[in-house]
């Protein structure tokens, strides 16, 4: 960690989401404080003044192991101090404003036979950056299922392409994703150079938090460690190893920027796993929603309808057959989890805030 001491809390993304929650609480003794590294079951925690390890309390343990959920980097916490640095807990934990997930099998041995559940892995976070080799990384429909989890998340989605050094068709690349990327804002940088780099700053401006996604040799560590001026983060060398994917980044954690803002790199999803409801597929496909506007029938799935204006769009020339394949394929993946789930996310995230809220240390200013 940088220098973690005498930071406001605004700038660890403190706002009055979380000021209005704390003040709810009976918080005698308690401080707020953000989850910034996570390590077994121990968390590293900023207050703003001073840096803690902490465990959560048993009861919130139980409380939280009853909803399936768990503490994550990124969420605010209301900690007791302890009477040293070492002895702190995690005594509740603070509503999120958002989160990525991925979506995992429920606990084997349970009787639930192979529930689907969510997992978060990261929360509170402002931006994430999708970040895409131009080398043979590089798949425009995977940056859209990528943009798909991101909107779903809560968080705003850049894209971000690296390696212009390598690319010929630099071009043709930035036309074909910013088609995609309706509504998101696409950047193209070699991430070694620091002109290149900072463009991603304001994006993340103090008090914002950021995480970078995308697949392993990508080049997320390089651009933070161009960021901060050294090497923070272990980077792959370049070798054959380079295109099987190895993973470098082991732990998650916030880094704290020199010129603002936080930074994540890999949340850790090395597959990426899309967990929302089928309706949210729709926001990634602005134009497809648009054009079944005129679809003859009101719930056309544009499959095979008479009147589908999105079919018509697709044999005009207008729209591409391949995007259309990726919202069918989305759609069907999404009503797959539905199906395999008991409640809509929607259900569970409300019913989990509700039991954990209920929980909550009360307040005796009434
Ligand atoms: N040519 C070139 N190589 C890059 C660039 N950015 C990263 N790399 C290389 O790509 C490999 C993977 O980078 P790394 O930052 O470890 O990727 P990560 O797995 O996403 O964190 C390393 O060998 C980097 O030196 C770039 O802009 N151009
Ligand atoms: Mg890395
Ligand atoms: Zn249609």
């Not at 403190?14 to 910034?36: A, C, K, T, V, Y």
């Not at 390696?163 to 070694?192: F, H, M, S, W, Y």
């Not at 729709?282 to 679809?295: G, K």
């Not at 569970?348 to 009360?362: D, L, S, T, Y």
Request: net charge negative.
């Amino acid at each position: 960690m940088c220098a973690t001491e005498n930071i406001s809390l605004y700038s660890l993304g403190w706002n009055s989401h979380f000021q209005n929650q704390f003040e709810s609480l009976q918080s005698d003794g308690l401080i707020p404080g953000r989850i910034f590294r996570e390590e077994k079951s121990q968390y590293g925690i900023l207050t703003g003044e001073s840096e803690f390890i902490a465990k959560p309390s048993g009861k919130l343990r139980h409380l939280l192991n009853s909803v399936n959920e768990r503490l994550v980097v990124g969420d605010w916490v209301a900690l007791n101090p302890g009477s040293d640095q070492s002895s702190a807990t995690v005594e509740f934990l603070l509503q999120r404003k958002s989160s990525v997930s991925r979506k995992a099998a429920s606990g084997r041995k349970r009787k639930s036979g192979g529930q689907m559940l969510e997992q978060v892995i990261a929360a509170n976070m402002d931006v994430i950056f999708i970040v895409t080799g131009l080398d043979h990384d590089y798949n425009v429909r995977r940056i859209e299922r990528y943009l798909t989890l991101v909107w779903n998340s809560g968080a705003t989605p850049v894209v971000v392409l690296n390696k212009t050094d390598l690319c010929n068709d630099l071009d043709e690349r930035l036309e074909e994703v910013e088609e995609v990327a309706i509504g998101a804002p696409v950047l193209a940088i070699t991430a070694k150079e620091k002109k290149d780099v900072i463009r991603l700053q304001p994006y993340f401006a103090d008090g914002k938090t950021a995480a970078l996604l995308g697949s392993s040799g990508a080049g997320k560590s390089t651009i933070i460690n161009t960021l901060l001026g050294f090497e923070k983060q272990k980077v792959k060398e370049i070798s054959e190893s380079v295109h099987k994917g190895q993973h470098t980044t082991t732990h998650r954690e916030l880094i704290l920027m020199p010129e603002g803002g936080i930074l994540m790199d890999n949340p850790g999803m090395r597959e990426i796993q899309l967990w929302g409801d089928a309706d949210d597929v729709d926001s990634a496909f602005h134009d497809i929603e648009l054009l079944a506007n005129d679809c003859k029938f009101k719930d056309c799935a544009h499959e095979s309808e008479p009147g589908c204006a999105v079919k018509n769009a697709v044999d005009s020339g207008e729209l591409d057959d391949e995007r259309l394949g990726s919202f069918h394929k989305m759609k069907r993946e999404l009503e797959f989890l539905e199906q395999r789930q008991h409640k809509t996310a929607d259900a569970i995230e409300k019913e989990k805030w509700r039991v954990i809220m209920k929980n909550a240390p009360k307040s005796n200013k009434t």
